[in-house]
């Protein structure tokens, strides 16, 4: 009983030393335990992934190339370390041979998926949303329609399409690590799913010659315009404020004129179309090119593709006289948000969600509406389905005054600019 009484007694008189071991060994208990689940959670996706790398392949089996768009600044520069941790293994022990190139500019990996060659078996984009659409891009900017699934390693500091395809978030390192494992395995997997793209094309106003110029930028997620965008790209600097950093981001930055606080502009919106002769685009598809003998040329020449449409509607032959449709609405909201159905199902109509918040006269009420969204980002507003819209801000981004749209979470000068949504135009692994 006495070394007990004289235990706490040095406790007692030695509290503020106790106190720092007892959170040091709490916080290193936690620590280890968490490592412990992750180490334990990874054993499991390695050992589903040897599974598959068991299997035989006939020797005269073609093998299969895989490359990996990685962008090492992604994430403050722990998006390599990241991938080398919880993605890379996964994919080596699946039998899975991957080439790495590796980012070094703003477009270095739109450049190289446009400039390609020929494209390999599938893509893997090791990053956040910026690195996703460019790599989408790019793609989709070659001048024919090939086979080459996407899939999203999401390693990066945004990655909002990885919570849509595999339920991704931060909330905890285990969680995160999680939604990298899910990510790696699904490719593994081998499953795909078709997803809606949104084309944004810059409008040519008259007399002006460089828009004609401008190839159009392909997004998977979404298009944002306001105040609460712009205010929210800033939250970096309050780092040191740890969880309490965006409800400062907001408080510090209401009163703010430099952000977009009147997204005053004329909306030219078309009704959502199931597909007909008016919106369907028949993408030109790429055919080999041999030495074939004269009479071959009565043969119809092979496609290339392998991704190749499937018999379906004769879309050239159907009608909908609602597409052709319009009309034309006049707003000033502090918010516009245009976003598509990322998990569309195959018996949905394709259509994008336009939706336009209202003007924020009051700073305070700004404040009160953007903390009561954070973690739900969802606000009042207008909701429109559509097909396309044209966007005509009354300002645009000058070299005085220089002011943003976020598609995928990426910044892109204000212009007048035409979105349509591409149903079905890629192919990304899923769960």
């Not at 400039?115 to 090791?126: G, T, Y």
């Not at 991704?168 to 997803?195: H, W, Y």
């Not at 990426?410 to 135009?425: D, L, M, N, W």
Request: one cysteine or more; a neutral charge.
């Amino acid at each position: 009983m006495a070394k007990v009484v004289k235990i706490f007694t040095t406790i007692r008189n030695n509290w503020k030393k106790s106190a720092f071991a007892a959170v040091a060994f709490s916080y290193g208990v936690s620590y280890s335990n968490e490592k412990y689940e992750i180490n334990q959670m990874m054993r499991k996706y390695c050992q589903e992934a040897v599974s598959y790398g068991d299997v035989g392949e006939p020797v005269t089996a073609k093998q299969k190339t895989v490359l990996v768009i990685l962008n090492p600044v992604a994430d403050k520069k722990s998006a390599v370390d990241s991938f080398e941790k919880y993605c890379a293994p996964i994919l080596h022990l699946a039998g899975i041979a991957i080439e790495i190139i590796k980012t070094d500019s703003e477009g270095h990996a739109r450049r190289y998926i446009e400039e390609l060659e020929s494209l390999p078996d599938s893509i893997l984009v090791a990053g956040g949303d910026g690195t996703v659409s460019e790599t989408i891009t790019g793609l989709l900017r070659r001048p024919y329609l090939e086979n080459c699934p996407i899939g999203v390693l999401p390693v990066g500091r945004t990655n909002s399409l990885a919570m849509h395809l595999y339920d991704f978030n931060k909330s905890s390192n285990l969680k995160e690590v999680e939604g990298m494992a899910n990510a790696s395995i699904s490719i593994v997997r081998g499953k795909t799913e078709p997803k809606d793209v949104m084309k944004i094309e810059v409008l040519q106003a008259e007399g002006d010659t460089d828009a004609s110029n401008v190839k159009p930028v392909y997004a998977i997620d979404s298009l944002h315009w306001g105040a609460y965008r712009d205010i929210w790209t800033r939250r970096d600097k309050y780092w040191y404020l740890g969880s309490l950093r965006d409800y400062a981001t907001f408080l510090f930055n209401a009163f703010d004129n430099g952000a977009q606080w009147k997204c005053k502009a004329k909306l030219v919106l078309s009704p959502p179309c199931s597909g007909c002769k008016n919106c369907f685009v028949k993408h030109e598809e790429r055919v080999v090119e041999s030495n074939r003998r004269w009479w071959s040329r009565f043969i119809p020449k092979i496609s290339f593709s392998s991704n190749r449409q499937v018999a379906g509607p004769d879309y050239s032959k159907i009608t909908n006289e609602n597409c052709k449709t319009s009309h034309e609405i006049d707003v000033e909201p502090s918010e516009l948000l245009l976003t598509t159905n990322v998990n569309r199902l195959p018996d949905e109509m394709p259509k994008m969600s336009l939706k336009i918040g209202k003007y924020e006269e009051s700073s305070i009420d700004f404040v009160k509406n953007s903390w009561s969204r954070l973690g739900i980002n969802d606000f009042e507003c207008k909701n429109e389905d559509i097909r396309s819209v044209e966007i005509v801000p009354e300002v645009v981004s000058t070299e005085e005054k220089e002011i943003f749209f976020s598609i995928d979470n990426e910044s892109y000068e204000v212009k007048p600019v035409r979105i349509t949504v591409i149903p079905r135009a890629i192919q990304m692994y899923t769960l």
